[in-house]
C-alpha cells in the first residue's frame, strides 16, 4: 500500500537511531489476530477484544498526565454562589491568569487541586467567607494518536478532547480508493497490555455500529480491500508507531 509504505519508510527513518527492536507480547487469547512465531523466532501475540470500555475526559486527562496547566490551557473556574467570579480563564504566554480581585496568579504548573486550593485561600484571606470554589482544566491539547494503512493522508494527529473513529479517519483525508472500510483496527494499550478492537465504518456510517472512542495513543490501521498490507504486518510495525506518538510529545 503505497500511503502506508511511505509513513512507515519516514518513521523508520526518524527512529532509527532508537534501534528499536521487537514487539511487546500481551497474554494470548484465542483470536484470529494471534501470530506465531516470525522468520527471526519472535512470538507476537495481541488480545483481541469486542470492544473498548467508554472512557470520560477525566479517565484520559489523568492517564496522559493533563491535569497540569501550561500556556494556552482554560482553568474553568466555579465560584459558588458568586457568579462574577465564575469564569472560564485562559493561561497566558507568560503562565499566569489575571484573576478578580486578587490579580495575577502564575498558574502554569498547577494542577487542578493546586489552584483550587490557592483561589480558595487567596479569596477566603480578604474577599469571601468559606469560598467553596471549584477548578476544572480544558486542556489544549490531550494527546495524539495515529491513523495509517488504506487512508489518504497517514500520519501522526493531535486531538484536544475525545474523539470518534469515523472523526480520526477524516483527520486522515478518509478511507483511500483502495480501503475496505468494514475493517479497521484499533490498537490500544491498557495496563501495560496491547489490545486490538474491530470496527466495521460502513455499519457506522449506516447507523447500525456505535461509533468507537477514540483517545490518546490509539493506533487506528484501515484494511486494505486487496490485503496488500496485512493487519499482521503492521503489527509488526507497532513499536516503532508508538514510540512516535511518545516522541512527537516532547
Given amino acids: 500500500m503505497r500511503n502506508f509504505s511511505v509513513f512507515i519508510s519516514m518513521t523508520t527513518l526518524f527512529l532509527s537511531s532508537l534501534s528499536l527492536t521487537g ?8 483470536s484470529p489476530l494471534s501470530l506465531n512465531k516470525d522468520k527471526n523466532g519472535i512470538t507476537q501475540s495481541e488480545a483481541y477484544v469486542a470492544s473498548f470500555p467508554e472512557v470520560t475526559i477525566e479517565d484520559v486527562a489523568l492517564k496522559v498526565n493533563r491535569d497540569v496547566f501550561k500556556v494556552g490551557d482554560t482553568a474553568n ?16 504566554r ?8 486578587i490579580g495575577s496568579v502564575k498558574v502554569a504548573g498547577m494542577t487542578t487541586v493546586d489552584l483550587q486550593q490557592a483561589l480558595t485561600e487567596k479569596y477566603g484571606s480578604k474577599y469571601l467567607q468559606n469560598p467553596n470554589i471549584n477548578v476544572q482544566i480544558e486542556a489544549q491539547d490531550l494527546g495524539r494518536v495515529v491513523v495509517d494503512g488504506a487512508v489518504n493522508k497517514p500520519g501522526v494527529f493531535d486531538i484536544n478532547r475525545i474523539i470518534r473513529l469515523s472523526e480520526a479517519v477524516a483527520l486522515a483525508g478518509g478511507l483511500d480508493e483502495d480501503a475496505n472500510g468494514s475493517s479497521i483496527y484499533i490498537v ?7 489490545q486490538v478492537t474491530e470496527a466495521n465504518l460502513k455499519d457506522i456510517r449506516k447507523l447500525g455500529s456505535p461509533d468507537p472512542q477514540i483517545i490518546p495513543d490509539d493506533v487506528i490501521f484501515v484494511q486494505d480491500s486487496a490485503g496488500r498490507v496485512l493487519f499482521r504486518e503492521f503489527l509488526r510495525t507497532l513499536p516503532i508507531l508508538n514510540s512516535a506518538v511518545i516522541l512527537s510529545r516532547l
Fill in 94 to 101: 507568560f503562565g499566569d491568569v489575571n484573576f478578580p480581585l
Fill in 23 to 30: 514487539c511487546a507480547s500481551v497474554n494470548q487469547l484465542n
Fill in 188 to 194: 490500544r494499550t491498557i495496563d501495560g497490555q496491547r
Fill in 77 to 92: 473556574v466555579k465560584v459558588y454562589d458568586v457568579d462574577n467570579l465564575s469564569a472560564p480563564y485562559i493561561v497566558d
